[in-house]
C-alpha cells in the first residue's frame, strides 16, 4: 500500500510541476505586460480541483477559498475543473456556475487541454473581464494550502499598458 501510494505521489507531483509551468509562464506575462482591471464588471472564479481522491481536506480548502470569494464578489461566474469542487461548492452557488469539467489532467497537463478548456468555455458563454484561479499549492506530501492567481480577459489582456 505504501509503494503504490508513493508511486501516485510522485506522479502527481510530476504532473503538478508541469502546471506549475503554465501558471508561472503567465504570472511573468502578465506582470511584464502591467495588465489590470480596475473595476471588474464580470468576475470569474476558476477552481481547479479533481474528479476523485479521499483528500476531502484538500478539495475543501479551494472550495471554501472560493466561497469566500463568491461572498464578496456575489456577481461572479465560477468555472469548475474537477467533481469534488463542483459538490461542494453547488449547494451554495448552483446558479452561478456556468460549466464544469471533469476528466482534466489525468496525466500531465498539457497547453491542448487548456484550450480546449477555454474553447468550451466560449462555446457556453461564458464572459468575464478579470477573476481569480483557485487552486492548491503544494506544502509537503500531507499539506495544501488554497491560493490564487489572477485570470484576464484577452481584450484585458490587450489594453494592458505594455502589451505589444
Known amino acids: ?3 503504490i501510494a508513493s508511486t501516485k505521489v510522485g506522479k502527481a507531483q510530476k504532473a503538478m510541476e ?4 503554465y501558471g508561472s509562464s503567465f504570472a511573468e506575462f502578465y506582470k511584464h505586460a502591467e495588465t489590470s482591471v480596475e473595476t471588474a464588471s464580470q468576475p ?3 477552481v481547479v480541483s479533481s474528479d476523485r481522491g479521499l ?11 472560493t466561497k469566500r470569494y463568491m461572498a464578496k464578489t456575489p456577481s461572479a461566474s465560477i468555472c469548475i475543473l474537477g467533481q469534488k469542487a463542483k459538490s461542494q461548492i453547488s449547494r451554495e452557488y448552483k446558479n ?13 497537463p498539457t497547453w491542448a487541454e487548456a484550450a480546449t478548456i477555454l ?9 468575464f473581464d478579470s477573476g481569480k484561479i483557485f487552486y492548491n499549492r503544494f506544502k509537503s506530501v500531507i499539506a495544501f494550502e488554497p491560493d490564487t492567481m489572477p485570470l484576464y480577459s484577452f481584450e484585458a489582456i490587450k489594453a494592458s499598458r505594455n502589451f505589444f
Not at 483528500?55 to 477559498?65: F, L, N, Y
Not at 456556475?97 to 496525466?107: C, E, L, Q, R, S
Request: charged letters at 25%; glycine letters at 6%; a positive charge.
Open 1 to 3: 500500500m505504501k509503494m
Open 119 to 127: 474553447d468550451e468555455m466560449k462555446s457556453a458563454k461564458v464572459t
Open 18 to 21: 508541469a502546471a506549475r509551468t
Open 96 to 108: 452561478q456556475i456556468k460549466i464544469t469539467f471533469d476528466g482534466v489532467a489525468k496525466n500531465h
Open 55 to 65: 483528500c476531502g481536506g484538500i478539495h475543501s480548502s479551494v472550495s471554501k477559498a
Open 44 to 46: 470569474l472564479a476558476l
